[in-house]
């Protein structure tokens, strides 16, 4: 069963047979274009973007493109579920967003929460996060590794399909 209620996709579809065809969505939206806006990939699903703040001084998110209730505007590296994604580079799947130590609770009705990092190759040729796709869930174990999958293979495609 597909995750939102108020999904593009049609009813009797597994949730693979739904990331497959938004990654499928996503690399045709992309072909022949370097600028990204996934947000509408996804529409009725509580998701946002925050992308790398170049102007900031410390290492920190600010938000892009998102959908769903009140977004925090800027999240440090390192702090809340974002944040230690993009510090640590890697898919925080957190099941109870109240377990998490040092949880933001931008949205109190979140209970769930998935966070991808998109990492590209710097001029240096150092792995850098540019930016987070940040899903959240209002029900305990929203979110398993059938979406961790897809989602990352969705910040590769934008990784690789946009201009950073």
Request: hydrophobic content about 40%; overall charge negative.
């Amino acid at each position: 069963m597909v995750h939102a209620d108020a999904s593009n996709f049609a009813e009797g579809i597994t949730k693979d047979e739904a990331y497959e065809q938004l990654l499928m969505l996503a690399e045709g939206l992309f072909t022949g274009q370097r600028n990204w806006g996934g947000v509408d990939l996804m529409r009725g699903v509580a998701i946002g973007f925050y992308v790398l703040d170049i102007s900031s001084l410390r290492p920190q998110l600010i938000l892009g493109p998102f959908q769903g209730k009140v977004a925090c505007q800027t999240i440090l590296f390192g702090q809340g579920v974002c944040g230690t994604a993009a510090e640590s580079k890697t898919t925080q799947l957190v099941k109870d967003v109240e377990q998490f130590p040092g949880h933001i609770a931008c949205d109190g009705d979140s209970k769930s929460e998935i966070v991808v990092p998109i990492v590209v190759k710097a001029a240096d040729g150092q792995s850098k996060v540019v930016a987070i796709i940040d899903v959240d869930c209002a029900e305990l174990n929203g979110f398993d590794e059938v979406d961790k999958k897809y989602l990352e293979q969705l910040a590769q495609l934008l990784s690789s399909s946009c201009d950073w």
